[in-house]
């Protein structure tokens, strides 16, 4: 008995183990995918999309607290992959692995469903999980910024503002594309795959067009995003909110379509609000259309119960699964008597 509880114990080991780097070398891969693209404002550098965010915030949803070690450790590689270890580093390893956690604490008291299938679902994820959330980590790291004498306590607010908004669309783009990828059902069903097909297409023509133009039709995506929505629900919209936000922010980081000849505030600013409200649309939209999907296919069935029931009485029948009641027969029966 001593044997099979200690085998169990370091089978338990061994899974936490892995798990632990498997969630840190996905933080961590995020974060070097996240660090191919950025901006400076007011002396520092900052990402518009911070992807890890959203990677722990999927991990935790998903494996729950025990996620917690994996995110710090992915934070510690991520850190020391920018600069060497030092006082200041602590207080961002603490603020961008508490941050995660907050978001994830919030989203299960309020009852929050990793399919998205409701709107309160992705309202949770965009106010509790993408705002507020990210707010500790921001805070904390421009903080530490103003505290080490690398930021002035001039430029606080316009630093924090970047920071903040790049963890929240980590959180709002890249989180509900892990948790779609993790409830997906293999193989997928490709009824519509000539539809999807045409979509990708079209959206691969149109969104580098419109993001390195220099005549300013960023309003041009939404369509694409109002189609890949009611269309494929919440994948399709990320999918597309995911490719439209990379190729907006490779253009904003070259200076060029709509974002040249402008300052690197008016940059950050005119970037970020059109990530924001792209990434907003897509998410709360489908999970709108799925709601309400959901709810058709439920009073859908519903009537359908109804009309066999009804159907039951009118010959005269019990309601399937319920015995006649007592002094009720057949109509033949009846009649003979």
């Known amino acids: 008995m001593a044997g099979v509880v200690g085998n169990e114990e370091l089978r338990r080991t061994g899974v936490f183990v892995l ?11 995020a974060g070097r995918l996240g660090l191919l693209r950025n901006l400076v404002v007011e002396g520092a550098v900052f990402t518009p999309i911070w992807p890890p965010t959203g990677v722990a915030v ?3 949803l998903v494996f729950g607290l025990r996620a917690w070690p994996g995110i710090a450790l992915g934070v510690l590689l991520v850190i020391m992959h920018l600069t060497s270890l030092s006082p200041e580093v602590l207080g961002n390893l603490a603020g961008n692995t ?4 907050c978001a994830y604490l919030m989203l299960r008291r309020v009852g929050f469903r990793t399919d998205l299938s409701r709107l309160r679902d992705g309202l949770a994820l965009v106010f509790l999980g993408a705002l507020t959330g990210m707010l500790i980590s921001a805070t904390v790291g421009v903080g530490m910024l103003v505290i080490t004498d690398h930021l002035t306590t001039g430029g606080f607010w316009s630093v924090w503002l970047a920071w903040w908004v790049g963890d929240a669309m980590g959180v709002l783009i890249v989180t509900p594309l892990l948790l779609l990828l993790h409830a997906a059902r ?3 069903n490709l009824s519509r795959w000539l539809e999807a097909t045409g979509l990708a297409v079209f959206t691969c023509a149109v969104v580098p067009l419109v993001t390195h133009s ?18 494929f629900q919440l994948v399709g919209s990320m999918l597309c909110a995911l490719f439209t936000s990379v190729m907006a922010t490779v253009a904003a980081t070259d200076g060029a379509g709509p974002f040249r000849e402008l300052t690197r505030i008016e940059v950050m600013i005119k970037l970020q609000a059109f990530n924001g ?13 799925t709601e309400q999907r959901n709810t058709r296919r439920s ?26 009641r007592e002094g009720e027969g057949p109509r033949e029966e009846q009649a003979g008597r």
């Open 186 to 188: 293999w193989p997928p």
């Open 277 to 289: 409200t792209m990434a907003l649309t897509a998410l709360l939209l489908s999970a709108v259309i």
């Open 58 to 60: 999927a991990c935790l």
């Open 299 to 324: 009073v859908e069935a519903a009537c359908q119960e109804l009309v066999e029931v009804l159907e039951h009485l009118t010959a005269g029948d019990a309601p399937r699964g319920q015995p006649p």
């Open 19 to 29: 798990r632990t780097l498997a969630v840190a070398a996905c933080y961590y891969a």
């Open 214 to 231: 220099t005549v300013s039709v960023l309003f041009l995506v939404y369509p694409l995003l109002i189609w890949a929505a009611l269309r």
């Open 98 to 101: 508490a941050a995660p956690v």
